[in-house]
């Protein structure tokens, strides 16, 4: 916990960046009657029915520091699929960068190894040396910041239901591009003093 803490207090490097990374499924919901839309003084009205068209996974990178975030909606969450968007991020987000710090779940996809499935050893090893990885501890998901922004997506900015991937996909996009416009931050306050203090049952007693 403390090493995710650590590296949210870094002095800024501009040959570095801090990307928080999450990603969550989400169900394709097909509307089966035309639902009546809000007017004045009423509210909308969803039937209590609906089509399951299966599911889709919501990627989100986050740079805090520069108050940027990237979605992307894909069929499946797969070591390709994370490997895909590894490269993305590093070639096509920020190409150049020397150094990514990468806060991520610990998930069996988040892994070195994905690359070198996805990718050719040169291409992959160029991508490893770029990375930094730092884990988020079991049951410390809350500590990514990239939660933070994916729960916004997922609980306001989409819509209540979502037939397809291709409109999940022309979603996603259009809140980040207005989420990135309006330069929305992530106001971080939790610090590791409030940690000793707050999560005091989790470090070891000393007598």
């Not at 806060?103 to 991508?127: C, I, Q």
């Not at 819509?159 to 996909?169: D, I």
Request: a positive charge.
């Amino acid at each position: 916990m403390e090493d995710i803490l650590d590296v949210y207090t870094r002095k800024y490097d501009e040959n570095s960046i801090l990307i928080c990374m999450d990603e969550a499924p989400r169900q394709l919901i097909e509307e089966t009657r035309k639902p009546i839309p809000a007017g004045r003084g009423k509210i909308a009205h969803y039937d209590t029915e609906y089509k399951r068209n299966g599911t889709c996974e919501i990627f989100m990178f986050a740079a805090p520091l520069k108050n940027w975030r990237r979605a992307e909606a894909t069929q499946q969450r797969t070591r390709l699929d994370w490997a895909v968007q590894i490269k993305k991020l590093i070639t096509v987000d920020f190409p150049g960068m020397k150094k990514i710090v990468l806060v991520m779940d610990n998930l069996n996809t988040h892994t070195m190894g994905s690359l070198y499935k996805a990718f050719p050893p040169e291409e992959a090893k160029r991508y490893r040396d770029i990375l930094e990885i730092h884990y988020t501890p079991k049951h410390g998901s809350w500590l990514n910041m990239a939660e933070i922004e994916i729960n916004i997506l997922t609980n306001h900015g989409l819509s209540q239901r979502v037939p397809t991937l291709e409109q999940m996909k022309k979603e996603v996009r259009a809140w980040v591009k207005a989420r990135n416009k309006a330069g929305k931050k992530i106001n971080w306050r939790f610090s590791i003093n409030d940690a000793r203090i707050k999560l005091k049952r989790l470090y070891p007693l000393f007598e």
